[in-house]
Protein backbone atom coordinates (compact mmCIF):
# COMPACT_ATOMS: atom_id res chain seq x y z
CA UNK A 1 0.00 0.00 0.00
CA UNK A 2 1.14 3.55 -0.79
CA UNK A 3 2.04 5.76 1.92
CA UNK A 4 4.09 8.66 3.02
CA UNK A 5 6.70 8.97 5.84
CA UNK A 6 7.27 11.97 7.79
CA UNK A 7 10.09 10.95 10.37
CA UNK A 8 10.62 13.73 12.75
CA UNK A 9 6.90 14.26 14.57
CA UNK A 10 9.08 18.01 16.01
CA UNK A 11 12.01 20.05 14.98
CA UNK A 12 13.13 23.19 16.80
CA UNK A 13 15.13 25.51 14.62
CA UNK A 14 16.98 29.11 15.50
CA UNK A 15 15.48 31.91 13.50
CA UNK A 16 17.85 32.37 10.63
CA UNK A 17 19.07 29.48 10.44
CA UNK A 18 18.52 26.82 7.62
CA UNK A 19 15.60 24.14 7.68
CA UNK A 20 14.75 20.75 5.89
CA UNK A 21 11.56 18.69 6.98
CA UNK A 22 11.42 14.73 5.51
CA UNK A 23 9.95 13.11 3.27
CA UNK A 24 9.90 9.53 2.31
CA UNK A 25 6.77 7.44 0.23
CA UNK A 26 6.39 4.35 -1.36
CA UNK A 27 4.38 3.83 -4.92
CA UNK A 28 4.94 1.84 -7.98
CA UNK A 29 5.21 5.05 -9.82
CA UNK A 30 6.54 8.13 -9.77
CA UNK A 31 3.71 10.25 -7.91
CA UNK A 32 2.34 13.69 -7.84
CA UNK A 33 3.73 15.12 -4.76
CA UNK A 34 2.87 18.06 -2.37
CA UNK A 35 3.58 19.89 0.85
CA UNK A 36 1.73 21.45 2.31
CA UNK A 37 1.30 23.98 5.78
CA UNK A 38 -1.20 24.54 8.35
CA UNK A 39 -0.82 27.22 11.35
CA UNK A 40 -2.69 26.74 14.01
CA UNK A 41 -6.25 26.62 13.97
CA UNK A 42 -6.21 27.12 10.33
CA UNK A 43 -6.84 25.11 7.08
CA UNK A 44 -4.27 23.91 5.08
CA UNK A 45 -2.16 25.96 2.51
CA UNK A 46 -0.32 24.35 -0.54
CA UNK A 47 3.55 25.57 -0.43
CA UNK A 48 4.72 23.72 -3.53
CA UNK A 49 3.78 20.51 -5.45
CA UNK A 50 5.71 18.63 -8.25
CA UNK A 51 4.24 16.92 -11.10
CA UNK A 52 7.18 15.97 -13.53
CA UNK A 53 10.23 18.02 -14.94
CA UNK A 54 12.58 19.63 -12.85
CA UNK A 55 13.56 17.48 -9.77
CA UNK A 56 13.94 21.29 -7.49
CA UNK A 57 9.93 23.40 -7.15
CA UNK A 58 10.25 26.25 -5.50
CA UNK A 59 7.39 27.29 -4.04
CA UNK A 60 5.66 30.22 -1.42
CA UNK A 61 7.12 31.81 1.63
CA UNK A 62 10.91 30.95 0.19
CA UNK A 63 10.30 27.07 0.65
CA UNK A 64 11.78 24.48 -2.46
CA UNK A 65 11.71 21.15 -1.88
CA UNK A 66 13.83 18.43 -3.81
CA UNK A 67 12.39 15.17 -6.07
CA UNK A 68 14.57 12.04 -5.70
CA UNK A 69 13.93 9.14 -7.18
CA UNK A 70 16.60 6.83 -6.30
CA UNK A 71 15.92 7.87 -2.49
CA UNK A 72 11.59 7.93 -2.98
CA UNK A 73 12.30 11.46 -1.09
CA UNK A 74 10.83 14.39 -1.00
CA UNK A 75 12.70 16.81 1.16
CA UNK A 76 11.35 20.23 1.92
CA UNK A 77 14.60 23.32 2.88
CA UNK A 78 14.59 26.77 3.58
CA UNK A 79 17.60 28.92 3.62
CA UNK A 80 16.63 30.62 6.98
CA UNK A 81 13.60 30.47 8.83
CA UNK A 82 11.48 33.26 10.12
CA UNK A 83 9.54 32.76 13.42
CA UNK A 84 6.50 33.30 11.12
CA UNK A 85 7.65 30.25 10.08
CA UNK A 86 6.09 27.93 12.72
CA UNK A 87 3.47 26.02 11.78
CA UNK A 88 2.34 22.01 10.64
CA UNK A 89 3.87 20.62 7.42
CA UNK A 90 2.61 18.21 5.68
CA UNK A 91 3.83 16.05 2.89
CA UNK A 92 1.22 14.29 0.37
CA UNK A 93 1.26 12.11 -2.42
CA UNK A 94 -1.56 11.05 -4.79
CA UNK A 95 -2.84 7.26 -5.31
CA UNK A 96 -5.48 7.87 -8.02
CA UNK A 97 -7.96 10.09 -7.23
CA UNK A 98 -6.78 10.15 -3.31
CA UNK A 99 -4.62 12.38 -1.44
CA UNK A 100 -2.27 10.51 0.93
CA UNK A 101 -0.85 12.90 4.17
CA UNK A 102 1.93 12.24 6.12
CA UNK A 103 1.73 12.14 10.09
CA UNK A 104 3.04 15.90 9.52
CA UNK A 105 6.12 17.39 11.30
CA UNK A 106 5.65 20.52 13.76
CA UNK A 107 8.30 23.18 13.65
CA UNK A 108 8.90 25.22 16.61
CA UNK A 109 11.21 28.81 15.92
CA UNK A 110 13.05 29.85 18.74
CA UNK A 111 14.69 33.10 18.82
CA UNK B 1 -14.77 34.19 -3.91
CA UNK B 2 -14.92 32.95 -0.65
CA UNK B 3 -13.07 29.81 -1.76
CA UNK B 4 -14.50 26.99 0.37
CA UNK B 5 -16.63 27.33 3.69
CA UNK B 6 -17.28 25.52 5.89
CA UNK B 7 -20.13 25.09 8.67
CA UNK B 8 -20.56 24.94 11.83
CA UNK B 9 -17.16 25.84 13.36
CA UNK B 10 -17.98 24.04 16.17
CA UNK B 11 -20.13 21.21 17.43
CA UNK B 12 -20.93 19.12 20.43
CA UNK B 13 -23.05 15.96 20.00
CA UNK B 14 -23.98 13.21 21.94
CA UNK B 15 -23.45 9.63 21.29
CA UNK B 16 -26.09 8.63 18.96
CA UNK B 17 -26.90 11.81 17.53
CA UNK B 18 -26.96 12.12 13.94
CA UNK B 19 -25.68 15.52 12.16
CA UNK B 20 -24.71 17.35 8.66
CA UNK B 21 -21.16 19.01 8.20
CA UNK B 22 -21.87 21.35 5.45
CA UNK B 23 -19.60 22.09 2.80
CA UNK B 24 -19.44 24.44 0.11
CA UNK B 25 -17.21 26.03 -2.83
CA UNK B 26 -17.66 29.25 -5.27
CA UNK B 27 -15.10 27.93 -8.03
CA UNK B 28 -17.03 25.50 -10.00
CA UNK B 29 -14.12 22.67 -8.73
CA UNK B 30 -15.62 19.29 -9.60
CA UNK B 31 -13.41 17.13 -7.23
CA UNK B 32 -14.42 17.67 -3.50
CA UNK B 33 -13.22 15.71 -0.66
CA UNK B 34 -14.04 15.36 3.10
CA UNK B 35 -11.25 14.23 5.75
CA UNK B 36 -10.29 14.09 9.64
CA UNK B 37 -6.96 14.81 11.23
CA UNK B 38 -6.54 13.43 14.35
CA UNK B 39 -3.16 14.52 16.63
CA UNK B 40 0.16 12.28 15.23
CA UNK B 41 -2.20 10.99 12.14
CA UNK B 42 -2.17 13.69 9.28
CA UNK B 43 -5.18 13.87 7.43
CA UNK B 44 -7.30 10.66 6.39
CA UNK B 45 -9.45 10.73 3.71
CA UNK B 46 -13.25 10.28 4.07
CA UNK B 47 -15.38 10.36 1.18
CA UNK B 48 -14.10 12.08 -2.30
CA UNK B 49 -16.57 13.44 -5.37
CA UNK B 50 -15.10 13.65 -8.55
CA UNK B 51 -18.44 15.52 -9.66
CA UNK B 52 -22.06 16.11 -9.24
CA UNK B 53 -23.85 12.78 -8.66
CA UNK B 54 -20.55 10.53 -7.92
CA UNK B 55 -19.05 9.79 -5.04
CA UNK B 56 -16.54 7.20 -3.54
CA UNK B 57 -15.24 6.02 -0.07
CA UNK B 58 -11.61 6.83 1.06
CA UNK B 59 -9.60 5.51 3.82
CA UNK B 60 -12.07 6.06 6.63
CA UNK B 61 -15.38 5.83 5.40
CA UNK B 62 -17.38 3.84 8.25
CA UNK B 63 -19.85 6.07 10.01
CA UNK B 64 -20.31 8.76 7.42
CA UNK B 65 -22.22 9.55 4.82
CA UNK B 66 -22.06 11.82 1.30
CA UNK B 67 -23.76 12.82 -1.50
CA UNK B 68 -23.06 15.46 -4.31
CA UNK B 69 -26.15 17.04 -5.62
CA UNK B 70 -24.82 19.95 -7.01
CA UNK B 71 -21.14 20.71 -7.88
CA UNK B 72 -20.84 23.29 -4.86
CA UNK B 73 -22.16 21.73 -2.56
CA UNK B 74 -20.84 18.20 -0.65
CA UNK B 75 -22.05 17.39 3.30
CA UNK B 76 -20.79 15.00 5.57
CA UNK B 77 -23.67 13.24 7.33
CA UNK B 78 -23.09 11.41 10.66
CA UNK B 79 -25.49 8.96 11.09
CA UNK B 80 -24.96 8.05 14.61
CA UNK B 81 -22.15 9.95 16.11
CA UNK B 82 -19.67 7.71 18.81
CA UNK B 83 -16.52 9.22 21.04
CA UNK B 84 -14.05 8.01 18.58
CA UNK B 85 -15.21 10.62 15.70
CA UNK B 86 -13.92 13.34 17.76
CA UNK B 87 -11.78 15.06 14.95
CA UNK B 88 -11.50 18.25 13.15
CA UNK B 89 -12.77 17.94 9.72
CA UNK B 90 -11.77 19.28 6.68
CA UNK B 91 -13.61 19.86 3.52
CA UNK B 92 -11.36 20.38 0.50
CA UNK B 93 -11.97 21.19 -3.42
CA UNK B 94 -9.64 21.13 -6.43
CA UNK B 95 -10.48 21.62 -10.28
CA UNK B 96 -9.99 17.98 -11.17
CA UNK B 97 -8.92 14.95 -9.42
CA UNK B 98 -6.75 14.17 -6.68
CA UNK B 99 -3.79 15.35 -8.71
CA UNK B 100 -4.82 19.44 -8.80
CA UNK B 101 -3.88 21.49 -5.94
CA UNK B 102 -6.53 21.23 -3.14
CA UNK B 103 -8.49 24.31 -1.35
CA UNK B 104 -9.51 23.38 2.31
CA UNK B 105 -11.69 24.98 4.35
CA UNK B 106 -11.25 25.94 7.68
CA UNK B 107 -12.43 23.20 9.30
CA UNK B 108 -15.16 22.20 11.94
CA UNK B 109 -14.22 20.97 15.41
CA UNK B 110 -16.42 18.20 16.26
CA UNK B 111 -16.60 16.65 20.07
CA UNK B 112 -18.57 13.73 20.92
CA UNK B 113 -19.57 13.21 24.45
Known amino acids: AQSVTQPDIHITVSEGASLELRCNYSYGATPYLFWYVQSPGQGLQLLLK??????LVQGIKGFEAEFKRSQSSFNLRKPSVHWSDAAEYFC?????????FGAGTILRVKS | NAGVTQTPKFQVLKTGQSMTLQCAQDMNHEYMSWYRQDPGMGLRLIHYSVGAGITDQGEVPNGYNVSRSTTEDFPLRLLSAAPSQTSVYFC????????????FGPGTRLLVL
Open chain 2, 92 to 103: ASSRDRGQETQY
Open chain 1, 50 to 55: YFSGDT
Open chain 1, 92 to 100: AVTRGNKLV
